[in-house]
């Protein structure tokens, strides 16, 4: 059973921009503090960026004032609004739930997405 499924990657040329989207299955009654990690090749998970149910976001260094996070609490999605990209941007993108507040029925906290690619050429 897939729990969160992510969609928006692609390739763009550096400057260029992308939206990621993540979908978190499950009921509307559930809410979560979410984040991005990525992963480049023969590179460790780094985190990106991370939003919590009061809508408190952080951001990695090398992304801020570039990326912005948000969450659309009723449909449960996550979003990654990614601007200026740069080549070193290339990685594949995972959404994570760090939280879960709600029932049993809900996604379970420490959940991770299969990833989006993102690659940026120069």
């Known amino acids: 059973q897939v729990h969160l499924v992510e969609s928006g990657g692609g390739s763009v040329q550096a400057g260029g921009s992308l939206r990621l989207s993540c979908v978190a299955s499950?009921?509307?009654?559930?809410?979560?503090?979410m984040s991005w990690y990525r992963q480049a090749p023969g590179k460790e998970r780094e985190f990106v960026s991370a939003i919590d149910i009061n809508g408190a976001t952080s951001y990695a260094d090398s992304v801020k004032g570039r990326f912005t996070i948000s969450q659309h609490n009723a449909v449960n999605t996550l979003s990654l609004q990614m601007n200026s990209l740069k080549p070193e941007d290339t990685a594949t993108y995972y959404c994570?739930?760090?939280?879960?507040?709600?029932?049993?029925?809900?996604?379970?906290?420490?959940?991770w997405g299969q990833g989006t690619q993102v690659t940026v050429s120069s």
């Open positions: 994570k739930i760090d939280s879960t507040y709600g029932g049993l029925w809900c996604v379970d906290p420490n959940t």
């Open positions: 499950g009921y509307t009654s559930c809410n979560y503090d």
